[in-house]
C-alpha cells in the first residue's frame, strides 16, 4: 500500500534543483559509480511506495446508480409513486416509478465520470528503464524505482521519475504536456536558484516527459506521487464535482416546486375541512392535486434533450462525456484556453527568414510542407540559408499514408519543411552533399556544426544562437553569391533583425557555414572564428487558423477569452495577439506564474478579472485561476491538452479536452473531447449548447400550466364543492401522453436565429423569468377557466359524469397542442417561426390527436379512464376554445416585445 501523497511529498519535495550533484547525491546516500544495493533499493521501495500515482477507489456500479434517486425532482416522482399507491391507483403508481426507473438508467449510462484519470497518469509514466544497481547496468521496470536509483536516459525515453541530472551530452527533453513548453529543453547539471520555477529548471528530468536528443543520467528524487505528476494526480483527485448550471438551478427550481406543490395540497385539504367534507376524501384530492401538479416527464424529458444535444455535437466533433456539460456551454462566460496545441498547431514552424538585408515571409502551417517564400528577390544568401538549415540538421520528415510523419527535434524539423517549401528536398542534399563529420549540439556551446563534401570542397554549416555564431562571423554572403566583409554596421543590422524577431514571439537561429580543411577531424574551435553569416530562421508554434475566428465570435457572443499557459510570456503575448484575445504590443498585459505567486486570494481575484493573458504557469496556478474566476460567479470552461492542464479541466464548470493530440490524463479529466482539436468547435458547441438550454426552457415554460391548470382545477373544485372535473388517472393520461408526444418534439428545435450575438445567461439567473413565469400562470388560468368552465356546461345540460370530464381533459390537451407551437419560440410571434423546420412537433400533435380519439371512443379506454364518447358540437367548443387560448397567449407575447 503506498503511503499517502502528502506525507510522500513533504519527504520528498525538496528543492533539488537548487543543490550541487555532490550534496544531492550525498543527500541520497549513493555513490555514482555504486548505485543503491538491492537491500536498500527494497527497503526505500517498502519506505516510498511503488514508483505511480495512488489510484482513488471510485464508487461502485450501485453507488452510482442510486445516487441517480436522489435528485430533487426525482425525489418528487417518488413521492407522486408513493401518494398514487396510497391511494390504491396501481396503474398510475406503476408508470410513474416506471420513468423514476427509466429516468434513472439514462443518467447511469450517460454519466461515465470515473475516476480515470489517475489510471491514465499510471499509464503515463510506466516503462522500462536502465539503472545501476550494485554497481551493474540493468533493465527493470520503472515501477521499482526508488529515491537514490541512478538512471540512464537518450534519445527515444520517457523519464520515468523525477531526477536531479547528473551528467549529460547534448541532453534535451520535451515538456509541453507538463509546462506548456513547445519547444525542447536542453539539460544541465549545474545548480538553480532556489526560486526558479518549474518550466526553467534546466537540470531536472519530470516523470512523463520524454527524451528528444543526447544522452545522460541522473538521480531519481521524487517517486510516486511525491513526483510532479503525481502532484497534479493529487490536484485531480482532490477537485470537487462541479455543478453545472443546470444542475444547480433545477435543483433550486425542484426545491420551489415541492414546496409550491405542498402548500396547494395543503391548502386544498385545509378549505374542504374548512367546508365540513370528509377528511379522507380531502386528503385523497389532496394528493390528487398534488399528482396533478407534479411534472412527472420533466426528468426524462431533461435528460432526453441533453441526450440529443449529445448526439448533435457528436456530428460537430465535440464528445459530451457528462450529460449537464451541453447545457453548461451554453451558460460560459469565460473560456481558459491553454496556448500549445489548442489555441497554436502544436507544431514548430518557420514563419520568417533573413538573408542578405531582406525578409522572407514563410506560409504554411504544421509540417506540411505546402507553402511558399515570398518578401524579396530570392538569391543565393537564401538558398545557403534553408541549405544550411537542412544539412545541419538529424531529423526527418516523409509522407505515410498522406500524412507528413516527422522524427527529432521539432526545431530542426521546422527547418526541414521551410526547405521544401523552396523546393529543396534533404534526402537529396543529404545524397549531394554527403556528411563527413558533425559536432552535436550542445547547451553550454548553444550551437551544431556539420562538415560536408560540397562539390568537392569541405565546407562547415552552422546553426545556434545569434550570441554564440555571430561574433565568430567576418563575412556576411551576399544576395548574388559574393561574400562581404562584415563590420560593425552590418553586425548591428543583423542584431536589430534578429530582436526584432524576437519581440513578435518568435525563436530565432542563425545559420552560418565556412570553408574547411579535407582530411582533418572536426573540432569546436572551428566555430571560433572565420564563419561566413547566411542568414537568420525565424520560428513559432503558430496559431491555428479557426482559432482566429472563433475567438472573435466568442468575444461577440459575450464570452471572455483568456490565455493560461506554461510558455514564456512574449510567445503568450505575440500569440494571443494575433489570435485576437488581446491587443498587439508590449502594454498587452501578461502576468506570470512568478507574479501570481506573489498575489493573495483577494488580489488573485481582481487579475484573473482584468488580465487576458497569463504565462510560465504551474498546474496549481491554473487551478487557482479557475477557482477564483467561479468565485465570482463566472461559468468557466477550461481547454487544454497536456497532463499539467488536468486539475484546472476538473475543476471548470466544464472542462474541454483535444482527442488528437491530448493526453490520456487530460481526457479523462475533462467534460468534453474535441475530436479534431480545434478551438472553433468550441463555438459551435457552445452555440449548441445554448440552444440546448432554450429548449428546456421552452419545455418547461410549455409543461408547467399544464401542471399549475390541473391544481387549480382541483381547488377550484374543492372550493365550490362540486365533483372533480378530472380524476388523478385522467390527469396522469393528460401529463404522460403530452410530455412524450408534445413535450419532447422542442428538444428537436433547431438554434433559434441570432443565439450567438445575445450575452450569456447571467450566471445567477433563475431557469425562468418574471415574464415566463407570468406566461405560465396565464395559460393555466386559461385551462383553468376553459376546462372547469366545459365541465360546468356538460353537466348543466344533463350529460353525464364520464362525458363532462372527458370534454374537460380534451380541454386540457387541446389548449397544450396549440401552446406548443407557440412556445417553439418564447419571444417570436408563433408566424415567425419556419412551420416546418421541426416536423417532429406536427408528428407529435397528429399522434397526441388520435390518442385523443382513441380514449374518448374505444371502448377499453373508456372503461380504464372513465371516460365516454362526445358529440360533434362538444368538439367544435373544445377547438373555439384552444383557439381562443392562442390568440389571447400571442397578443400577450407582442405586448411584451
Same mark, same amino acid.
Given at each position: 500500500?503506498?503511503?499517502?501523497?502528502?506525507?510522500q511529498h513533504k519527504?520528498d519535495?525538496?528543492?533539488?534543483?537548487?543543490l550541487?550533484?555532490?550534496?544531492?547525491?550525498?543527500?541520497?546516500?549513493?555513490?555514482l559509480?555504486?548505485?543503491l544495493?538491492?537491500?536498500?533499493?527494497?527497503?526505500?521501495l517498502?519506505?516510498?511506495?511503488a514508483n505511480?500515482?495512488?489510484?482513488k477507489?471510485?464508487?461502485?456500479?450501485l453507488s452510482?446508480?442510486?445516487g441517480?434517486?436522489?435528485?430533487?425532482?426525482v425525489?418528487?416522482?417518488?413521492g407522486?409513486?408513493?401518494?398514487?399507491?396510497?391511494?390504491g391507483?396501481?396503474?398510475?403508481s406503476?408508470?410513474?416509478f416506471?420513468?423514476?426507473v427509466?429516468?434513472?438508467?439514462?443518467?447511469?449510462?450517460?454519466e461515465?465520470k470515473?475516476e480515470?484519470?489517475?489510471?491514465a497518469?499510471?499509464?503515463?509514466v510506466?516503462t522500462e528503464?536502465?539503472v545501476?544497481?550494485d554497481?551493474?547496468r540493468?533493465r527493470?521496470?520503472a515501477v521499482h524505482l526508488v529515491?537514490?536509483?541512478?538512471?540512464?536516459l537518450?534519445a527515444?525515453?520517457?523519464?520515468?521519475?523525477?531526477l536531479r541530472?547528473?551528467?549529460?551530452r547534448q541532453?534535451?527533453t520535451?515538456e509541453?504536456a507538463?509546462?506548456?513548453?513547445a519547444?525542447?529543453i536542453?539539460k544541465?547539471?549545474?545548480?538553480?536558484?532556489?526560486?526558479t520555477?518549474?518550466?526553467?529548471?534546466?537540470?531536472m528530468a519530470?516523470?512523463?516527459?520524454?527524451?528528444?536528443?543526447?544522452?545522460?543520467h541522473?538521480?531519481?528524487v521524487a517517486?510516486?506521487?511525491?513526483?510532479?505528476?503525481?502532484?497534479i494526480s493529487?490536484l485531480?483527485?482532490?477537485a470537487?464535482?462541479?455543478?453545472?448550471?443546470?444542475?444547480?438551478k433545477m435543483?433550486?427550481?425542484?426545491?420551489l416546486?415541492?414546496w409550491?406543490?405542498?402548500?396547494?395540497?395543503a391548502?386544498?385539504?385545509?378549505i374542504?375541512?374548512?367546508?365540513g367534507e370528509?377528511?379522507?376524501?380531502m386528503?385523497?384530492?389532496a394528493?390528487?392535486?398534488?399528482v396533478?401538479?407534479i411534472?412527472?416527464g420533466?426528468?426524462?424529458?431533461?435528460?432526453?434533450?441533453?441526450?440529443i444535444g449529445v448526439?448533435?455535437?457528436?456530428?460537430?466533433?465535440?464528445?459530451?462525456?457528462?450529460?449537464p456539460?451541453?447545457?453548461?456551454l451554453?451558460?460560459?462566460?469565460?473560456?481558459c484556453?491553454d496556448?500549445?496545441?489548442t489555441?497554436?498547431?502544436?507544431?514548430?514552424?518557420v514563419?520568417?527568414?533573413w538573408?542578405a538585408?531582406?525578409i522572407?515571409?514563410?506560409?504554411?502551417?504544421?509540417?506540411?510542407?505546402s507553402?511558399?517564400?515570398?518578401?524579396?528577390?530570392?538569391?543565393?544568401?537564401?538558398?545557403?540559408t534553408?541549405?544550411?538549415?537542412?544539412?545541419c540538421?538529424d531529423?526527418?520528415?516523409?509522407l505515410?499514408?498522406?500524412?507528413w510523419?516527422?522524427?527529432?527535434?521539432?526545431?530542426?524539423?521546422?527547418?526541414?519543411v521551410a526547405?521544401r517549401?523552396?523546393?529543396?528536398?534533404e534526402?537529396t542534399l543529404r545524397h549531394?552533399f554527403?556528411?563527413?563529420d558533425e559536432?552535436?549540439f550542445?547547451?553550454?556551446?548553444?550551437?551544431m556544426?556539420?562538415?560536408?563534401d560540397?562539390?568537392?570542397?569541405?565546407?562547415l554549416?552552422?546553426?545556434?544562437a545569434?550570441e554564440?555564431?555571430?561574433?565568430a562571423?567576418?563575412a556576411?554572403?551576399?544576395?548574388?553569391?559574393g561574400?562581404?566583409?562584415?563590420?560593425?554596421?552590418?553586425?548591428e543590422?543583423?542584431?536589430?533583425a534578429?530582436?526584432?524577431?524576437a519581440?513578435r514571439?518568435?525563436?530565432?537561429?542563425t545559420?552560418?557555414?565556412r570553408?574547411?580543411?579535407?582530411?582533418?577531424e572536426l573540432e569546436?574551435t572551428?566555430l571560433?572564428?572565420?564563419?561566413?553569416f547566411l542568414?537568420?530562421?525565424?520560428?513559432m508554434d503558430p496559431?491555428?487558423k479557426?482559432a482566429i475566428?472563433?475567438?472573435?465570435?466568442?468575444?461577440?457572443?459575450g464570452?471572455?477569452?483568456?490565455?493560461i499557459t506554461?510558455?514564456?510570456?512574449?510567445?503568450a503575448?505575440s500569440?494571443?495577439?494575433?489570435?485576437?484575445i488581446v491587443?498587439?504590443g508590449?502594454?498587452?498585459?501578461v502576468l506570470t506564474?512568478?507574479d501570481l505567486?506573489q498575489l493573495?486570494d483577494?488580489?488573485l481575484m481582481?487579475?484573473?478579472?482584468?488580465?487576458?493573458?497569463?504565462?510560465r504557469?504551474?498546474?496549481?496556478?491554473?487551478?487557482?485561476?479557475v477557482?477564483?474566476?467561479? $468565485?465570482?460567479g463566472?461559468?468557466?470552461a477550461?481547454?487544454?491538452d497536456g497532463v499539467?492542464?488536468a486539475?484546472?479541466l476538473?475543476?471548470?464548470?466544464?472542462?474541454?479536452?483535444?482527442g488528437l493530440?491530448?493526453t490520456?490524463?487530460?481526457k479523462e479529466?475533462?467534460?468534453?473531447?474535441?475530436t479534431?482539436?480545434?478551438?472553433?468547435?468550441?463555438?459551435?458547441?457552445?452555440?449548441?449548447?445554448?440552444?440546448i438550454?432554450?429548449?428546456?426552457?421552452?419545455?418547461?415554460?410549455w409543461?408547467?400550466?399544464?401542471?399549475f391548470?390541473?391544481?387549480?382545477?382541483i381547488l377550484? $373544485?374543492?372550493?365550490?364543492?362540486?365533483?372533480?372535473p378530472?380524476?388523478p388517472?385522467?390527469?396522469?393520461w393528460?401529463?404522460?401522453?403530452?410530455a412524450v408526444?408534445?413535450?419532447?418534439p422542442?428538444a428537436?428545435?433547431?438554434p433559434e436565429?441570432?443565439?450567438?450575438?445575445?450575452p450569456?445567461?447571467?450566471p445567477g439567473a433563475?431557469?425562468?423569468d418574471?415574464?415566463?413565469?407570468?406566461?405560465i400562470?396565464l395559460?393555466?388560468?386559461?385551462?383553468?377557466?376553459?376546462?372547469f368552465g366545459?365541465f360546468l356546461?356538460a353537466?348543466e345540460?344533463?350529460?353525464?359524469?364520464a362525458e363532462?370530464?372527458?370534454i374537460?381533459m380534451n380541454?386540457?390537451?387541446a389548449?397544450?397542442?396549440?401552446y406548443?407551437?407557440s412556445?417553439?419560440?418564447l419571444?417570436?410571434a408563433?408566424?415567425?417561426?419556419p412551420?416546418?423546420?421541426?416536423?417532429?412537433?406536427?408528428?407529435?400533435?397528429?399522434?397526441?390527436?388520435?390518442?385523443?380519439?382513441?380514449?374518448?371512443?374505444w371502448?377499453?379506454?373508456?372503461?380504464a379512464?372513465?371516460?365516454?364518447p362526445?358529440d360533434?358540437?362538444?368538439w367544435?367548443?373544445?377547438?373555439?376554445?384552444?383557439?381562443?387560448?392562442?390568440?389571447?397567449i400571442?397578443?400577450?407575447?407582442?405586448l411584451?416585445?
Amino acid at each position: 500500500m503506498n503511503p499517502s501523497p502528502e506525507s510522500q511529498h513533504k519527504s520528498d519535495a525538496r528543492a533539488w534543483h537548487a543543490l550541487t550533484t555532490v550534496d544531492v547525491l550525498a543527500d541520497h546516500g549513493v555513490q555514482l559509480d555504486r548505485g543503491l544495493t538491492e537491500d536498500e533499493a527494497a527497503a526505500r521501495l517498502a519506505r516510498h511506495g511503488a514508483n505511480r500515482p495512488s489510484q482513488k477507489p471510485g464508487r461502485s456500479a450501485l453507488s452510482r446508480f442510486l445516487g441517480q434517486f436522489t435528485e430533487p425532482l426525482v425525489l418528487v416522482l417518488i413521492g407522486a409513486g408513493c401518494a398514487t399507491a396510497a391511494l390504491g391507483e396501481w396503474i398510475d403508481s406503476s408508470v410513474i416509478f416506471g420513468v423514476v426507473v427509466i429516468n434513472a438508467v439514462i443518467g447511469y449510462l450517460q454519466e461515465g465520470k470515473a475516476e480515470a484519470a489517475l489510471a491514465a497518469l499510471a499509464r503515463a509514466v510506466a516503462t522500462e528503464v536502465t539503472v545501476l544497481r550494485d554497481g551493474h547496468r540493468r533493465r527493470m521496470d520503472a515501477v521499482h524505482l526508488v529515491p537514490g536509483d541512478v538512471v540512464w536516459l537518450s534519445a527515444g525515453d520517457k523519464v520515468p521519475a523525477d531526477l536531479r541530472i547528473i551528467s549529460g551530452r547534448q541532453l534535451r527533453t520535451v515538456e509541453a504536456a507538463l509546462t506548456g513548453e513547445a519547444a525542447p529543453i536542453d539539460k544541465h547539471h549545474d545548480g538553480l536558484p532556489p526560486d526558479t520555477q518549474l518550466a526553467d529548471r534546466r537540470n531536472m528530468a519530470y516523470a512523463g516527459t520524454t527524451v528528444v536528443a543526447g544522452q545522460g543520467h541522473g538521480l531519481v528524487v521524487a517517486t510516486g506521487d511525491a513526483t510532479e505528476t503525481g502532484r497534479i494526480s493529487g490536484l485531480i483527485a482532490s477537485a470537487p464535482e462541479i455543478a453545472t448550471p443546470l444542475t444547480k438551478k433545477m435543483g433550486k427550481f425542484a426545491g420551489l416546486l415541492l414546496w409550491v406543490i405542498l402548500g396547494l395540497a395543503a391548502l386544498t385539504f385545509g378549505i374542504g375541512v374548512m367546508r365540513g367534507e370528509p377528511m379522507t376524501a380531502m386528503l385523497m384530492a389532496a394528493v390528487a392535486l398534488a399528482v396533478g401538479a407534479i411534472p412527472e416527464g420533466l426528468p426524462a424529458a431533461m435528460s432526453i434533450t441533453l441526450a440529443i444535444g449529445v448526439s448533435r455535437m457528436a456530428k460537430r466533433r465535440a464528445i459530451i462525456r457528462h450529460l449537464p456539460a451541453v447545457e453548461a456551454l451554453g451558460s460560459t462566460t469565460v473560456i481558459c484556453s491553454d496556448k500549445t496545441g489548442t489555441l497554436t498547431e502544436n507544431a514548430m514552424t518557420v514563419t520568417e527568414l533573413w538573408a542578405a538585408g531582406a525578409i522572407f515571409t514563410v506560409t504554411g502551417h504544421g509540417y506540411d510542407p505546402s507553402g511558399s517564400l515570398s518578401g524579396g528577390e530570392p538569391g543565393a544568401a537564401l538558398r545557403e540559408t534553408l541549405i544550411a538549415g537542412a544539412l545541419c540538421n538529424d531529423a526527418s520528415l516523409r509522407l505515410e499514408s498522406r500524412r507528413w510523419q516527422h522524427a527529432g527535434d521539432p526545431t530542426e524539423v521546422a527547418l526541414l519543411v521551410a526547405a521544401r517549401k523552396a523546393g529543396l528536398d534533404e534526402t537529396t542534399l543529404r545524397h549531394v552533399f554527403p556528411r563527413q563529420d558533425e559536432l552535436p549540439f550542445d547547451s553550454a556551446r548553444q550551437t551544431m556544426a556539420t562538415l560536408h563534401d560540397v562539390e568537392g570542397r569541405p565546407t562547415l554549416y552552422a546553426k545556434g544562437a545569434i550570441e554564440k555564431i555571430l561574433p565568430a562571423c567576418a563575412a556576411l554572403l551576399a544576395a548574388d553569391g559574393g561574400e562581404i566583409p562584415l563590420d560593425a554596421a552590418g553586425r548591428e543590422l543583423i542584431a536589430a533583425a534578429a530582436a526584432g524577431m524576437a519581440t513578435r514571439g518568435l525563436r530565432v537561429l542563425t545559420l552560418a557555414r565556412r570553408d574547411a580543411q579535407a582530411g582533418i577531424e572536426l573540432e569546436e574551435t572551428a566555430l571560433d572564428n572565420g564563419l561566413t553569416f547566411l542568414g537568420l530562421a525565424a520560428m513559432m508554434d503558430p496559431p491555428r487558423k479557426q482559432a482566429i475566428t472563433a475567438v472573435r465570435a466568442c468575444h461577440a457572443a459575450g464570452i471572455v477569452v483568456k490565455m493560461i499557459t506554461g510558455d514564456h510570456a512574449d510567445t503568450a503575448r505575440s500569440i494571443a495577439a494575433q489570435i485576437g484575445i488581446v491587443k498587439d504590443g508590449p502594454a498587452a498585459g501578461v502576468l506570470t506564474g512568478r507574479d501570481l505567486a506573489q498575489l493573495d486570494d483577494a488580489a488573485l481575484m481582481a487579475a484573473a478579472s482584468t488580465v487576458h493573458v497569463f504565462a510560465r504557469v504551474e498546474p496549481e496556478q491554473k487551478l487557482r485561476l479557475v477557482r477564483a474566476l467561479q $468565485a465570482q460567479g463566472e461559468v468557466v470552461a477550461m481547454t487544454g491538452d497536456g497532463v499539467n492542464d488536468a486539475p484546472a479541466l476538473k475543476q471548470a464548470d466544464i472542462g474541454i479536452a483535444m482527442g488528437l493530440g491530448g493526453t490520456d490524463v487530460a481526457k479523462e479529466a475533462a467534460a468534453m473531447v474535441l475530436t479534431d482539436d480545434n478551438f472553433a468547435t468550441i463555438e459551435a458547441a457552445v452555440e449548441e449548447g445554448r440552444g440546448i438550454y432554450d429548449n428546456l426552457v421552452k419545455f418547461i415554460t410549455w409543461t408547467l400550466p399544464t401542471n399549475f391548470g390541473e391544481g387549480l382545477v382541483i381547488l377550484a $373544485a374543492i372550493v365550490a364543492g362540486v365533483t372533480l372535473p378530472i380524476t388523478p388517472l385522467q390527469i396522469l393520461w393528460i401529463n404522460m401522453t403530452t410530455a412524450v408526444l408534445l413535450g419532447l418534439p422542442l428538444a428537436f428545435e433547431p438554434p433559434e436565429h441570432g443565439i450567438m450575438r445575445r450575452p450569456p445567461r447571467p450566471p445567477g439567473a433563475p431557469v425562468l423569468d418574471g415574464v415566463l413565469i407570468g406566461r405560465i400562470v396565464l395559460v393555466g388560468v386559461l385551462m383553468l377557466a376553459g376546462s372547469f368552465g366545459m365541465f360546468l356546461l356538460a353537466m348543466e345540460r344533463g350529460q353525464d359524469m364520464a362525458e363532462a370530464r372527458t370534454i374537460a381533459m380534451n380541454v386540457f390537451v387541446a389548449i397544450e397542442i396549440v401552446y406548443l407551437f407557440s412556445c417553439r419560440s418564447l419571444h417570436l410571434a408563433v408566424t415567425a417561426v419556419p412551420a416546418f423546420s421541426n416536423p417532429w412537433v406536427w408528428a407529435g400533435a397528429g399522434l397526441q390527436v388520435l390518442l385523443q380519439l382513441a380514449i374518448t371512443y374505444w371502448a377499453p379506454l373508456n372503461a380504464a379512464f372513465a371516460t365516454a364518447p362526445i358529440d360533434a358540437r362538444a368538439w367544435g367548443e373544445i377547438t373555439a376554445i384552444a383557439l381562443a387560448a392562442m390568440v389571447v397567449i400571442e397578443i400577450e407575447k407582442r405586448l411584451r416585445r
